[in-house]
């Protein structure tokens, strides 16, 4: 240690995956984090559920305590890493209200009560840190909070789920499909025992409220993210895209929409699985990694990259926060709070405009594909490409990819096609994201 330093009391509440690391890090590196911060971080305490259950590192067991109310109390920053609503809202609440600047990983609790936290720290001068919570270890909170602060954002399109990437990139990579690649995931841990979370893309738009809330300076309750998973995807979806040109990812998409006639400006945030170039930057995110492809009008296009989980990886970002919290209870100044000042209003998935990929299993006779041309032509729908491939049994596949169209008269069009006697299915329709 080089200089004789302040000291700050740090309690953290949660040692699983995430905890655990952040303590034994803290531990280790205490005098060079005391360096960088400008004060010695004091780890007084870790609350925990059941003080006996084994460790992901070796801590000493005198820190560990069922006791989280009585470290908040006399904490200068609380860490929180339990996960979950309850009792984690109440702690943070009770850590600002008593002064503590506050560190979290919740992506949970922050896309459902982010606000009730911002407005808590705002009323009492304390910060809420949050790096953690969007994309695990890569830097993408202070991004678009400070070093963005000058530009405007146009749009986010995120690869922010480890779990589902790493399941569609199996599927793509090997034609795999679905139900082995997530038992694959399951047994290597990336996908939790119930998966739901990640593969019904809930934890993506728990991402996606949070990032597109500072992208455009507007409060982005969860609800208002439009979200769809990726159980439906077989192989044959895979494949098709693949001989389009193209690899299906989840994406969580931010998106400032501007309406042509009047120029008023609107934000849309949606999770769903899409269609990526194979030439696009997101298309070579392989594994369980996580990529943040930024949009900005001065800036241009920016990648974020790395690992968005794991217990060591996530606690890199949450020690940046705590080092960063640190150097505000000495020094003063602003910590990455909110910033709702533009306050957009929030489109439906209807105003979306892209392009579509629409497969079909059709009558294979006369005239079929002009009854089918006709339909998309009455829904103001453009065709851009058609491909036939006739398996036999009087079944042809239709791969019809449009040119740009509302996401409302696409979906109109689907139906009216899904209602037409010439065809015997809807195979699938994908947006096509990042062109
Ligand atoms: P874990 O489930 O591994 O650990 C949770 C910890 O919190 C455990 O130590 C548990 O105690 C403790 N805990 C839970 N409830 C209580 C309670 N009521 N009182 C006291 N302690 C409690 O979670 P992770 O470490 O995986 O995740 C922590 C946070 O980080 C979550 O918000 C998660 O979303 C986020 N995150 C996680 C990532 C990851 O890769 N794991 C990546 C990015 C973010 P005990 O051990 O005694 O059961
Ligand atoms: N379940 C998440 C994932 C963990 O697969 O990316 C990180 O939030």
């Known amino acids: 240690m080089t200089a004789d330093h302040r000291r700050l009391r740090v309690a953290l509440l949660g040692a699983g995956a995430v905890g655990s690391q952040v303590a034994a890090l803290l531990l280790q590196h205490g005098d060079e984090l005391a360096d960088r911060a400008g ?82 720290a705002d009323r009492v001068g304390a910060e809420v840190y949050y790096e953690a ?68 893309g809930f934890d993506a738009a728990q991402k996606a409220a949070i990032l597109a809330s500072l992208a455009f300076h507007t409060a982005v309750p969860l609800d208002a993210v439009h979200r769809e998973g990726i159980t439906s995807i077989d192989k044959g979806m895979i494949e098709t895209a693949r001989r389009a040109g193209f690899v299906i990812k989840l994406l969580a998409v931010c998106e400032r929409l501007t309406d042509p006639e009047n120029g008023v400006e609107s934000i849309s945030v949606r999770v769903y699985p899409a269609l990526v170039s194979r030439e696009h930057p997101l298309a070579s995110v392989h594994g369980a990694n996580n990529a943040v492809f930024v949009e900005a009008e001065a800036a241009g296009d920016l990648m974020f990259y790395g690992a968005g989980a794991g217990g060591v990886q996530t606690a890199s970002a949450v020690l940046g926060d705590v ?67 006739v398996h036999g049994g009087g079944v042809a596949h239709l791969v ?15 139906d009216r096609l899904a209602a037409s006697d010439v065809v015997e299915r809807v195979v699938s329709v994908l947006r096509v994201e990042g062109d």
């Not at 009585?70 to 943070?92: F, N, R, W, Y």
């Not at 640190?326 to 100044?333: C, N, S, V």
């Not at 019809?400 to 689907?414: C, F, K, M, P, Y």
């Open 39 to 120: 004060a010695t971080l004091d780890l007084v305490g870790i609350a925990v559920r059941d003080v006996d259950a084994p460790r992901d590192a070796d801590l000493p067991r005198d820190l560990l305590t069922t006791d989280a109310d009585e470290l908040i109390v006399s904490a200068d920053i609380v860490i929180e890493l339990m996960g979950g609503i309850e009792p984690a809202k109440t702690q943070l609440l009770q850590a600002i209200n008593a002064g503590a600047d506050v560190v979290t990983a919740n992506k949970a609790l922050l896309a459902t009560h982010g606000p009730e936290l911002f407005e808590a």
């Open 133 to 200: 919570a969007a994309a695990g270890a890569i830097p993408i909170i202070r991004p678009l909070r400070d070093s963005l602060a000058g530009d405007r954002v146009r749009r986010i399109m995120g690869i922010v789920n480890g779990t589902t990437n790493y399941i569609l990139d199996r599927m793509d990579l090997e034609g795999a499909e679905f139900a082995d690649v997530l038992a694959e995931a399951q047994a290597l841990g990336y996908a939790e025992a119930d998966p739901t979370a990640d593969v019904e």
């Open 323 to 389: 080092v960063s919290a640190a150097r505000r209870h000495i020094a003063g100044g602003v910590g990455v709070g909110e910033s709702t000042h533009a306050n957009l209003p929030l489109a439906p998935v209807g105003h979306v405009v892209t392009r579509y990929q629409i497969t079909l299993e059709v009558d294979d006779r006369p005239g079929v594909l002009a009854i089918v041309a006709g339909l998309l032509s009455d829904g103001g729908v453009s065709i851009a490409t058609v491909e036939q491939t």
């Open 400 to 414: 019809i990819g449009t040119h740009r169209a509302q996401e409302q008269n696409l979906s109109d069009t689907v």
